[in-house]
């Protein structure tokens, strides 16, 4: 006699409801409010060439934090989207998520923000839909696509960390592909992928002062244009990156905060 098929492990306890996650994204939004309040005082308190061009600081780190949570929100769509395609079982699906994830990570992420910016518009043109990207959305595309490449594989690959029996037990009891996968599978792989996936939008908060290549004025090309003006670069850097670090460093606080309410929620 045959052994049971083995039961679909669903996760149970959800501290991390809808007001939970309500609650951490305020938390986040006042934590970076009091943030850049704490970096404007902090420059203006700063010995030339700093002090006068606090504001220009702050604006190109508000303009950063800005392209990485839009990038982030819809790289994270595009990521889950291709990471779903991925594990298809049909060539035809997985086909085009390979091709676009190939290109992305083969190609460097400065000539993707310059192609979009420069190239992708009058391609555009030619097939008949017009659509002018400024410097920001471009940047925003650019972003996008490149983080969602990354987290495309970071998702196929925590889909395909659970165990092949949970689909086939899921399937057994009834349960159709789309439901096994929203209520078995990515629940539990959402603890898998949390942590690739946090590392994923730091990086992306560094990597957006590429978008400097194309006349973002964001927080790396503030930088320049005040190194460029006073013919100090070493205090101008310095100032940049300890900016940088301190956007990282309450990013970084807040994502682990919200890795560990989600661990807790799958057990």
Do not use: C, H
């Amino acid at each position: 006699m045959s052994a049971p098929a083995p039961q679909p492990a669903v996760p149970r306890a959800r501290p991390l409801g809808g007001w939970t996650l309500l609650l951490w994204l305020l938390g986040a939004g006042v934590a970076f409010y009091l943030l850049f309040l704490l970096i404007s005082v902090v420059l203006r308190v700063m010995p030339e060439p700093i002090g006068s061009r606090a504001s220009l600081f702050v604006d190109g780190a508000r303009i950063t934090l800005l392209l990485t949570v839009v990038s982030g929100l819809i790289g994270l769509a595009v990521g889950l989207l291709a990471g779903l395609m991925r594990t298809s079982g049909s060539a035809l699906v997985r086909a085009p998520a390979g091709i676009f994830i190939w290109l992305v990570r083969g190609t460097p992420l400065l000539v993707q923000i310059l192609f979009v910016y420069n190239a992708l518009p009058p391609l555009l043109q030619k097939i008949g839909i017009n659509v002018q990207l400024n410097e920001f959305w471009s940047a925003v595309v650019a972003l996008s696509l490149n983080v969602g490449a990354y987290n495309a594989e970071v998702i196929r690959a925590g889909i395909q960390a659970i165990p092949r029996g949970q689909s086939e037990a899921s399937r057994s009891l009834g349960l159709s592909g789309a439901q096994t996968m929203t209520s078995i599978i990515l629940p539990q792989a959402l603890r898998v992928v949390v942590p690739p996936l946090v590392n994923n939008l730091v990086a992306l908060l560094k990597d957006s002062s590429l978008a400097s290549a194309i006349a973002l004025v964001e927080l790396t090309l503030a930088g320049q244009r005040v190194s460029s003006e006073t013919f100090q670069p070493i205090p101008v850097l310095s100032a940049v990156a300890a900016v940088y670090l301190a956007l990282t460093t309450v990013m970084t606080l807040f994502t682990d905060q919200l890795e560990r309410r989600i661990k807790i929620a799958s057990r």
